[in-house]
């Protein structure tokens, strides 16, 4: 979604940090951007379509060094992706320049209010409103803060924002309701504002991660001060450091981040087990659970609430859950869950899942049940997000930042928490115990093993990248894997793909078969194959071409499929996290294929902070 960063301080390193700062978010997704600076007391404000780099070229290379400047890239809510459209948005006489993510559900009704008053709108955006409504208040009280502090409480929906303004020029006042936001405080003395770390982290590690309802004003000097807007009171809260490699986030040899982080997957699933699992002793730790340790022992039902990719680890941890564990589980996609009127008792805990942790349907998932009583945990990959903080308990995922837009190996993170929180849950009582501790520490290698097909799943993805359709198949614990294959492709390749039950193929699905309409069958050896396999033969029968995962070592496939590929053998519980890296691979080399931005599919942004 939307990214911002904001920078004040005394080097005159304003511009260049804050163009660092666009570009390091460009990876979640944007249409336009803009930059506001302050110069002899004047804001001067450039927009571009498209790329930062735009933004540069606009800047020019004799661009003066500043002490305070705003940016940010959107990505378009309200209004389409224009000039006008782009923040940071001024007031009528230029003097104060906002950047802004969320979005202000009463903008229609502070709009009209403003237009009576005089106020001229150029854009269409939601966002507008807010330079004018502290332009109004200003007016009326003459101090800006007190108009800041007014604005806020006017403004109802969600919001990050950043403001500057030639009325107090070494000053940055910044705000969180709903949309994350972050600040840093580097050896210089300088303060970042950024609604992502990773736009900052170049910079420093020292921040101060602002809560709902918190607005910071920071000045030139390296000073800030915290306030809570709706007490109207001090904040005293000391910065934390980020555990956060800066050269985790860098491309290094590959072409893509999706590639790179699809090769990083078997150190994904050390990470995740690391100081956890001791497979010789039978021992699962998971310290972050350990907390509420004695509240679990009254569990009786588990509901994960999640988006996308994340909502498919969830439907695989309901099925390890339940079978090992024995706790019955849901999983609600959470923009679901949110609207729904349910039973829930204090005996069911909610357990979010997210990469990001700043999913803003996953949050206000977790936010519905606040008042319930009722145990809040998370699986999280973003260390100190929103969702870490705002749940009881948790396990991080340790896959390290995630830049590309398609999810790889956060998936594969996910699914080995929730193994590992389905054998912590059992106690040791389940007959999978054992075995599936064995296998959680043998995968990394099979992960190895399996990124040795890059070059022959390349050359499959080219074979197939002209279709239009194509269906994802598996049964139990391949089904959500099935739907998982067919999120990675039509996200990043267009590709029209539906993931489906195989056991459900006889109930519509079928029908759709056809020369043209190919079919990838997850079909690893295990109780179900032969039933799978049965599937593929009326799928063959109907003239379906099928691509088909097997197990290393099966004969039977390769008789009856146009293509298979062969993952190592292991547990039908763990097939997820195996057959996860070739369907990564599969979408990636067929997106690139037809061409398209990999990393950055159209439409869609990294991180979906808005409803
Ligand atoms: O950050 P989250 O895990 O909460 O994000 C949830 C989804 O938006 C995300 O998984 C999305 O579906 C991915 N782009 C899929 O690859």
Not at 462 to 474: P, T
Not at 489 to 495: F, G
Not at 537 to 543: L, M, S
Not at 567 to 572: A, G, R, S, V
Request: aromatic share 8%.
């Amino acid at each position: 979604m939307c990214g911002i960063v904001g920078y004040v301080g005394a080097k005159n390193k304003a511009i260049d940090t804050v163009l660092e700062g666009l570009e390091t978010l460009e990876y979640r997704g944007y249409d336009s951007a803009g930059i506001a600076y302050i110069e002899k007391d004047t804001i001067s404000v450039h927009k571009a379509i498209g790329r930062v780099q735009a933004l540069h070229d606009d800047l020019g290379p004799n661009v003066s060094k500043n002490t305070i400047s705003i940016g940010h890239t959107r990505w378009a809510t309200h209004g389409s992706p224009t000039v006008y459209n782009a923040h940071p948005h001024t007031n009528q006489d230029g003097s104060i320049a906002v950047v802004h993510n969320g979005i202000i559900e009463n903008y229609e009704e502070l709009r009209d209010f403003l237009k009576k008053k005089g106020y001229n709108f150029v854009s269409e955006t939601d966002s507008e409103v807010i330079p004018h409504l502290l332009d109004y208040h200003l007016r009326k009280t003459r101090s800006f803060r007190v108009a800041f502090l007014q604005t806020l409480k006017a403004l109802s929906g969600t919001f990050g924002l950043v403001v500057m303004t030639t009325h107090e020029p070494d000053v940055l006042f910044a705000a969180r309701l709903g949309s994350p936001l972050v600040l840093g405080i580097t050896n210089t003395n300088a303060i970042i504002f950024a609604s992502d770390p990773a736009a900052l982290i170049a910079h420093t590690k020292k921040v101060v991660f602002l809560n709902d309802y918190e607005y910071v004003i920071a000045k030139q000097d390296g000073t800030y001060a915290l306030h809570d807007f709706m007490k109207d009171t001090k904040v005293v809260r000391d910065p934390e450091i980020l555990a956060y490699d800066a050269e985790e986030a860098q491309l290094g040899d590959f072409a893509h981040f999706m590639l790179k982080e699809i090769y990083e997957v078997p150190q994904t699933i050390r990470s995740a087990t690391l100081g956890r699992i001791k497979a010789e002793e039978g021992i699962v730790k998971l310290g972050g659970l350990e907390a509420v340790s004695e509240q679990l022992n009254y569990i009786d039902r588990i509901v994960i609430v999640a988006c996308g990719t994340s909502y498919y680890a969830g439907l695989v941890g309901e099925y390890l859950i339940e079978e090992i564990a024995g706790i019955p589980v849901e999983v609600q996609y959470a923009s679901e869950f949110k609207y729904r009127d349910e039973p829930f008792s204090r005996s069911t805990a909610l357990l979010a899942i997210s990469q990001s942790g700043e999913t803003a349907d996953t949050i206000a998932a977790l936010k519905k049940v606040e008042d319930f009583g009722v145990l809040r945990l998370g699986i999280v990959n973003a260390v100190g997000s929103t969702i870490a903080r705002m749940t009881d308990a948790g396990v991080y995922c340790h896959a390290g930042p995630e830049r590309a837009v398609a999810s790889t190996k956060a998936f594969v993170a996910q699914v080995t928490v929730l193994a590992q929180m389905a054998l912590y849950l059992s106690k040791g009582n389940s007959p999978l115990y054992k075995p599936l501790l064995k296998e959680l520490d043998a995968l990394p290698q099979k992960a190895e093993q399996l990124l040795k097909l890059d070059a022959t799943i390349q050359k499959m993805a080219k074979k197939y990248a002209h279709y239009n359709d194509f269906l994802f198949i598996g049964r139990k614990y391949d089904f959500p894997s099935a739907l998982e294959g067919a999120l990675k492709l039509k996200e990043i390749s267009y590709i029209h793909a539906e993931g489906f039950a195989a056991g459900e193929m006889k109930h519509g699905p079928l029908a759709m078969i056809e020369p043209a309409f190919p079919t990838f069958a997850i079909a690893p050896n295990g109780s179900l194959l032969p039933k799978t396999v049965s599937n593929i033969e009326e799928i063959r029968a109907r003239k379906g071409k099928v691509v088909a995962i097997g197990t290393q070592g099966n004969t039977q496939l390769k008789r009856l499929v146009d293509d298979v590929l062969y993952m190592p053998d292991t547990l039908e519980q763990t097939t997820p996290i195996l057959s996860a890296i070739i369907l990564q691979l599969f979408a990636y080399y067929v997106a690139l294929e037809r061409g398209h931005n990999v990393d950055r599919p159209r439409n869609l942004a990294k991180s979906v902070t808005v409803e």
